[in-house]
């Protein structure tokens, strides 16, 4: 177990509302890193936050937002959900952040399944 | 896009048999990581390769950085159960780390 927990397991949305996905990372982690996966693929990467400001963001349209806290949990927020937005949201935490080509290990939460209908 | 690109897709394999799958890229990666995700799981980090040549292992698997920087290899010896699952290559590349589609891995009974 990593110690990094994400709330709620599952959500049933339909198209066009809003969701909030809750991360709380490993203890001494200031950093979160939040992960889209659709079925089939490979995590992708949406955002990344460091000390409260975000800290780097894939391709991902602005409806996708997020927050970090200053005990370093973090949450997405998505807006107008679309049936594509149905997938397992992952966050990870790590001690520093990804830059430059390099990175820390970086722990996963169990994620949180979303389906938009 | 950046692209890493897995192989197999799928493997079907007998209990105790030896497992090799690669990952390839068309840039170069300074950081090759390997992760496995069982179901309704994040995935868990295996092995980190920094450097061009490493050989790493990690129990039962072993990992390799390729000397191009543009490939990274995985292999489990002997197999089991446990082993059924996901495997995920990755590296960091700017402020992100990239993912692999992954390889499927089933051990027939």
């Known amino acids: 177990e990593t110690g990094v927990t994400q709330s709620p397991t599952h959500l049933i949305k339909t198209r066009g509302q809003q969701v909030t996905l809750r991360c709380s990372s490993q203890?001494?982690?200031?950093?979160v890193s939040w992960y889209q996966q659709a079925l089939g693929q490979g995590p992708q990467f949406i955002f990344q936050?460091?000390?409260?400001?975000?800290?780097g963001r894939g391709n991902f349209p602005p409806r996708f937002s997020g927050l970090q806290f200053p005990n370093y949990s973090s949450e997405l927020n998505v807006n107008a959900l679309e049936l594509d937005d149905s997938a397992l949201y992952l966050c990870a935490s790590s001690l520093v952040p990804v830059q430059a080509g390099w990175t820390d290990t970086q722990y996963f939460g169990p994620g949180t399944r979303l389906t938009v209908l | 896009g950046q692209q890493l690109n897995q192989s197999p897709q799928s493997m079907f394999i007998q209990e105790g048999e030896d497992v090799s799958m690669n990952c390839t890229s068309s840039s170069i990666f300074n950081t090759w990581l390997w992760y496995k995700q069982d179901p309704g799981e994040g995935p868990v980090l295996l092995i980190a390769?920094?450097?061009?040549?490493e050989l790493t292992s990690n129990g039962r698997l072993t990992a390799q950085f390729g000397i191009t920087r543009k490939d990274s290899f995985l292999n489990i010896s002997a197999s089991i159960p446990s082993d059924v699952g996901i495997y995920f290559c990755a590296g960091p590349r700017d402020d992100k780390i990239i993912f692999g589609k992954g390889t499927r891995l089933h051990i027939l009974p």
């Open positions: 390769l920094y450097k061009a040549g």
């Open positions: 203890s001494g982690h200031n950093t």
């Open positions: 936050y460091y000390r409260e400001e975000e800290n």
